[in-house]
């Protein structure tokens, strides 16, 4: 038995529960959203400002209101984008996983968690197509010859990362009453169902660590692919195409700058921290990510 | 637009905070010999990206770009 098939079974009581809610919950992502015609970035904030990254750079500093909004709106669609990028590797990985014979038992929540993140990428694809544009992303896979059950435990504990670190901004947002309620809905919608898919990676997670019981070299390689991982996602929240955008000069060394800023730093580190409290505390990490912070 | 001079040191850099005790010459094969992986490919992208001044299209790229410093400069060395 894989060490995947053995974890999905330790934690499908929790799967079946989280089934029950996802029907219970269940949406239509085409019929939900009244999407205005227009919207106008420079009058209202589709971003909460004190998360835009260039919050607390002198870059900030220098803008004036309306100037602060239209990147609050670019920088939101970059998020979107992000989060685009992010479920399509989520959705391959899933599908890939989806009946796979040593998981033909375990498939039911995989269906649910497969199509809420579908659904996601209408709201935010709905977003960045109508009002502005999908921006690339830079996180690129070559494949890899590693073990199956590495590769099982590296998915699911990326996806949880990724997910945990959206899943604040999400939180955020949702209750920020400056923003638009478009940008309020998107950020709503996506929180409710990831809380249900971070409850599910955090139980599984912790299983198949437990299950693949790994040499200390492999578990150190984990590890480490997983603290790059850390910096490799907050890298994609300082995107130089967002900076140009929203009209800002020489933005490769904007997205440097606000990279190294104290503000910044710091903020990183508040935001990780419960992921990263959670994956010390089921042994997972055992010190802080490098050049994260 | 920097010089190759310039961009080459600064990939040396990056890729010498990586290697750990690998030594590591321009025509090391640092994707062959896993010096670097898939998940240092956004760091490096973007470091590419501010050093050449322009945008480099990830839907059209292969390991071979990066497997080593000497091809990462013949690949984006220059803006296309």
């Known amino acids: 038995m894989s060490a995947l098939a053995t974890a999905l079974a330790q934690v499908s009581e929790t799967a079946d529960r989280l ?16 999407w205005p015609s227009a919207v106008d970035p420079e009058r209202d904030w589709f971003g909460t400002p004190e998360y835009v990254s260039l919050n607390g750079t002198p870059a900030w500093a220098a803008l004036d209101d309306q100037a602060r909004r ?31 014979s040593d998981l033909a038992g375990s ?21 960045c197509t109508r009002y502005a544009r999908v921006h690339r992303s830079r996180q690129a896979s070559f494949g890899t010859d590693r073990p ?48 249900r898919h971070l409850v599910f990676g955090r139980r599984l997670v912790t299983a198949l660590w437990q299950a693949g019981d790994w040499d200390p070299p492999t578990a150190a390689e984990i590890r480490h692919d997983l603290g790059r991982f850390v910096t490799a996602t907050w890298r994609e929240y300082y995107h130089p195409d967002v900076y140009a955008d929203a009209g800002l000069d020489d933005p490769w060394e904007l997205a440097e700058a606000a990279w190294s800023a104290p503000g910044q730093r710091a903020h990183r580190r508040r935001v990780s921290s419960d992921c990263l409290r959670f994956l010390t505390a089921a042994g997972v990490l055992t010190e802080e990510p490098a050049d994260a912070f | 637009m920097r010089s190759e001079t310039e961009i080459r040191e600064q990939l ?22 896993r010096v670097l992986r898939s998940v240092h490919l956004p760091e490096l992208i973007i470091l590419l990206e501010r050093l050449r001044g322009a945008p480099i299209d990830v839907e059209q790229l292969r390991m071979g770009d990066f497997d080593g410093i000497d091809a990462m400069m013949a690949r984006f060395g220059v803006p296309s």
Not at chain 1, 19 to 27: E, F, G, K, P, W
Not at chain 1, 108 to 121: A, T
Request: hydrophobic content about 40%.
């Open chain 1, 19 to 34: 089934s029950r809610l996802s029907v219970r919950a269940h949406q239509n992502p085409y019929t939900l959203v009244d």
């Open chain 1, 70 to 100: 239209r990147v609050a709106f670019h920088e939101a669609a970059g998020f979107y984008s992000l989060n685009i990028h992010g479920e399509k590797a989520l959705i391959q990985g899933l599908a890939a996983r989806l009946y796979r």
């Open chain 1, 107 to 127: 498939t039911g929540y995989l269906h649910h968690f497969l199509d809420e993140e579908n659904k996601h990428s209408v709201y935010f694809g709905g977003f």
């Open chain 1, 148 to 195: 199956r059950d590495v590769d099982d435990f590296l998915f699911f504990a990326k996806t949880l990362i990724f997910e945990e670190i959206v899943d604040h901004y999400n939180r955020v947002q949702a209750r920020d009453g400056r923003l638009h309620p478009l940008a309020r809905f998107i950020n709503d919608s996506h929180h409710r169902e990831e809380a």
């Open chain 2, 12 to 33: 040396r850099t990056f890729v010498r905070r990586h290697a750990g005790d690998v030594a590591i010459t321009d025509d090391t094969a640092l994707f062959t010999l």
